[in-house]
């Protein structure tokens, strides 16, 4: 593959789209059951929705408003070992929140941005302004990733938010592999993403502060979250919808190691919400 330092950016003012159609997971060198395949499918499909697009930052601060500490500490893990990156890969780049953060906190930094639905990485380039014109947005299925960043090479790191627990274990065990290639020497993978508990009680326990909190912050504004019953039927349906399948946090740290990263270790974590990652020997 060819290093992305040798590479000048595109067009400044025309940040390049590219789209991809989603093939078989196989394809990523990986196996999958067809409900599994089925799930992650969904999770596209749900962000092709205009509606679900048009509301998704205002749900997120009221479902998950870690993820406001959560990309700080991505965007702390890179300052503090990284001086200044010169390529980011994001997967999963939605709105661009992380996205956003890191072009602001690294004003050299350059950035391939990966979705699954256009409508996400539109709103994404109108988000950033003027830092789009720093971003090569490409439209494709993460099951993909290896024909998404065909001649990309030498990135310094490779971070996600909120998106890899759409995949199976399967194809997030393939998808990290993929990721580890992309990497430079030295380079990090950072994933701030929701895990499961280790065992079904405090899972449960887990679910019903979840929805105790969010029924708190919605303060009876958001007739979805009203009380915790019609919250907790609100969230399965959600993550019906969206093909959610988050793993166990050993099952996620195993696929780091697996993958051939080292210092893998968790940086923050809040019941079921972490940043975890691992970096790519040197040699």
């Known amino acids: 593959m060819a290093d992305l330092r040798s590479r000048g950016l595109r067009t400044p003012q025309a940040p390049l ?7 078989p997971l196989s394809e990523l060198g990986g196996s999958c059951t067809h409900s599994a395949m089925a799930d992650a499918n969904k999770s596209i499909a749900a962000y092709d929705d205009l509606h679900r697009v048009a509301s998704y930052d205002a749900d997120m601060d009221i479902m998950h408003p870690n993820r406001h500490r959560m990309a700080d500490v991505i965007v702390e893990v890179l300052a ?4 200044t990156p010169s390529w980011v890969l994001d997967l999963g780049t939605g709105t661009g929140f992380l996205l956003g953060r890191l072009l602001k906190r690294f004003s050299e930094t350059r950035a391939v ?3 699954g639905a256009r409508p996400m990485l539109e709103l994404a380039r109108a988000r950033l302004g003027d830092l789009a014109e720093r971003v090569d947005f490409r439209v494709g299925d993460f099951r993909e990733l290896a024909g998404i960043c065909a001649g990309i090479g030498g990135v310094d790191a490779v971070v996600s938010s909120f998106a890899l627990h759409h995949l199976p274990t399967e194809a997030k065990s ?4 993929t990721a580890f290639a992309l990497l430079a020497p030295g380079g990090w993978f950072l994933s701030a993403d929701l895990i499961l508990a280790e065992d079904d009680f405090v899972e449960e326990l887990t679910q019903q502060m979840r929805a105790r909190g969010i029924v708190g912050r919605a ?3 958001d007739a979805r ?3 915790e019953a019609g919250t907790r039927s609100f969230l399965r349906r959600l993550e019906e919808n969206e093909g959610d399948q988050p793993q166990r946090l050993t099952s996620d740290l195993a696929t780091l190691e697996q993958a051939g990263f080292e210092h893998v270790a968790v940086f923050w974590r809040d019941t079921r919400e972490v940043v975890m990652g691992g970096v ?3 040699g």
């Open 17 to 23: 789209f590219r789209v991809l159609g989603a093939g």
């Open 80 to 83: 503090a070992n990284v001086l």
């Open 113 to 115: 941005a990966v979705d």
């Open 174 to 177: 393939a998808l990290t592999k």
């Open 219 to 221: 303060v009876g504004r």
């Open 225 to 227: 979250f009203l009380d």
């Open 280 to 282: 790519k020997p040197r």
